[in-house]
């Protein structure tokens, strides 16, 4: 990309994002599948320059932020709770699609070496949860699909960049040791998980003697460097080193920051998380007509290209199908303690975990990542053909997957179940209102409270508490409190709009000043943000 039109590229790719996106939303089409036939169809314009990204910065730029906050947002008890199933997926499903993958196109391709069907294999995967749970946000699926699913694609990510790493130094070097390749893999990932932890128990202790918003969220921008660039240089899963750092500053998060950071920090990922998936997947579209230029240069004929995207893709489908139903009901007729556990799993439930195998960011990162030529300095020829089957891969699951999958939730008749979450945030909402009684009881005790203020409080969490504890009990009528509730809040919108007015009055007067207004402005915001958000 020359430096003369990298300003114009990246403004024009954030205008495409942002339109893209809306026409999504309007159209009600889950945004990645947008972003990528948009990123195709710009990629096709005449006169469009050429955009590509230096490989090795690739895995560098994107992944450490990605795997971070997914892994940071991530539920650890839900983790634990479906730890079986997330298992069998993120590591005997990577390894297996890795391997029928290798098997299929070294048997289809003439003169595609094992090493680079294994990095094909490793490449395709991982699976995207972004493309699932947009769809899930959308249509609603059962709490513990999404679970399994965006659990599934945390850690697999781990797994398939770890099998990645391995298959790389295999075709660099040119051959291939299981043995070799086995204990690299499991030194590679528990000193990954080591160095994670590390990262993350000094950057916590850091953290936690901090009161400054502004370094705090700058240090946790880049809190998935530190544990992933020093992984790297020791040799061991920088992933897996990115991925355990989130999960336990995630656990760590309340203990070391205050309310105000957190806010901040929460708003930056969701913003910064967005536009990494974004451009990735604008770049998936953008990339094929390189990707097409580069095979004919190395005289691969178009349409056996297409044939091996869409053999490899159907491959990977059917493995990911074969393998979610076999390992959810095999062990069941086999094993007589596992029917012993419960009722066996809806197959409505296994038919999406099944299908929700949509590809994206990771499998583009990780095969623009593949080197150009091998430790001898010769050019590896198969990396035209490698980008394009992962192109291939990823447009079919995405479009084939992700627009077929609202069909298939109503043909099975599957509904959402966010009922015993909701019992839980009522239920939590109950108890925090109980602790606050409790403590203003003691505090009413000290000197230095007032008789006045304290009843005034209790009033306030008496009524909170009483609504929270009618929501799901028969004999209380929680309707009445309900439309209580509806209609203060109803006042307080107008209340604080009056306020926004007013505000707004004083600053186009110049009786006040944006600084004064943006102070008491964000003071309303946050007000507004406890009462009706």
């Known amino acids: 990309m020359e430096q003369a039109h990298a300003e114009i590229i990246l403004a024009g790719m954030l205008a495409a994002v942002a339109v893209l996106v809306t026409l999504a939303r309007v159209l009600q089409v889950p945004y990645p599948i947008f972003l990528v036939l948009g990123g195709l ?62 098997l299929v196109t070294h048997a289809l ?70 043995v070799a390749a086995g204990q690299k893999f499991v030194l590679s990932a528990v000193g990954g998980a080591a160095v994670g932890l590390a990262a993350g128990w000094v950057i916590a202790h850091v953290r936690a003697r901090l009161d400054d918003p502004p370094v705090e969220v700058t240090i946790s921008l880049f809190t998935g460097y530190a544990a992933y660039l020093p992984a790297e240089e020791l040799g061991l899963s920088g992933v897996i080193a990115a991925v355990t750092v989130g999960l336990y500053m995630g656990s760590q998060t309340a203990r070391v920051t205050t309310a105000q950071t957190r806010m901040q920090g929460f708003a930056m990922w ?101 080197p ?10 198969e990396r035209p053909l490698i980008l394009f089957i992962t192109f291939s891969v990823i447009l079919f699951t995405l479009v084939v997957q992700g627009l077929t999958l609202p069909l298939l939730v109503r043909w099975l008749r599957v509904e959402p179940d966010d009922d015993g979450e909701e019992v839980e945030e009522n239920k939590a909402r109950k108890l925090a209102a109980r602790a606050a009684l409790d403590r203003l009881d003691r505090l009413a005790e000290e000197e230095w409270t007032r008789d006045d203020t304290v009843e005034r409080m209790r009033g306030m969490y008496r009524y909170r508490y009483e609504r929270f504890a009618a929501r799901f009990d028969a004999e209380r009528d929680g309707d009445a409190i309900e439309d ?41 915001d946050l007000e507004e943000g406890r009462f009706l958000g």
Not at 281 to 310: K, N
Not at 354 to 362: I, Q
């Open 41 to 102: 169809a710009i990629g096709f314009v005449p006169g469009m320059p050429d955009i590509s990204l230096d490989p090795d910065l690739v895995l560098l730029l994107f992944l450490p932020p990605l795997l971070y906050s997914a892994a940071f947002f991530a539920s650890l008890r839900d983790l634990r709770t479906n730890a079986g199933p997330i298992t069998l997926l993120s590591i005997g499903l990577v390894l297996a699609t890795c391997g029928v993958v290798a």
């Open 109 to 178: 391709i003439p003169g595609f070496s094992w090493e680079a069907a294994f990095v094909l294999g490793a490449i395709v995967s991982p699976t995207d949860p972004v493309a699932a749970t947009a769809i899930a946000d959308r249509i609603g699926l059962p709490r513990r699909v999404v679970v399994v699913v965006e659990g599934e694609a945390l850690v697999n990510d781990a797994t398939a960049i770890t099998a990645y790493r391995v298959a790389i130094t295999a075709l660099v070097a040119g051959s291939f040791s299981e």
């Open 270 to 370: 969701q913003i910064l998380t967005f536009l990494l998936n974004s451009f990735l997947f604008v770049l998936i579209g953008l990339q094929l007509p390189r990707l097409i230029d580069a095979l004919q240069a190395a005289d691969f004929e178009l349409d056996s290209v297409l044939g091996y995207g869409l053999l490899t893709s159907l491959a990977l489908v059917l493995t990911r199908i074969v393998w979610v139903f076999v390992l959810t009901y095999l062990p069941r007729s086999v094993i007589p303690r596992w029917r012993e556990r419960g009722p066996a799993e809806d197959w409505r439930n296994v038919s999406l975990v099944a299908w929700m195998g949509m590809r994206g960011a990771v499998s583009l990162a990780a095969a623009l990542a593949v």
């Open 372 to 381: 150009v030529v091998t430790d001898a300095g010769q050019p590896i020829g």
């Open 484 to 524: 209580r509730t509806a209609t203060y809040l109803r006042m307080v919108g107008s209340v604080i709009e009056a306020q926004r007015e007013q505000l707004e009055e004083l600053r186009r007067s110049g009786d006040i000043s944006s600084d004064v207004m943006r102070r008491i402005e964000r003071e309303l």
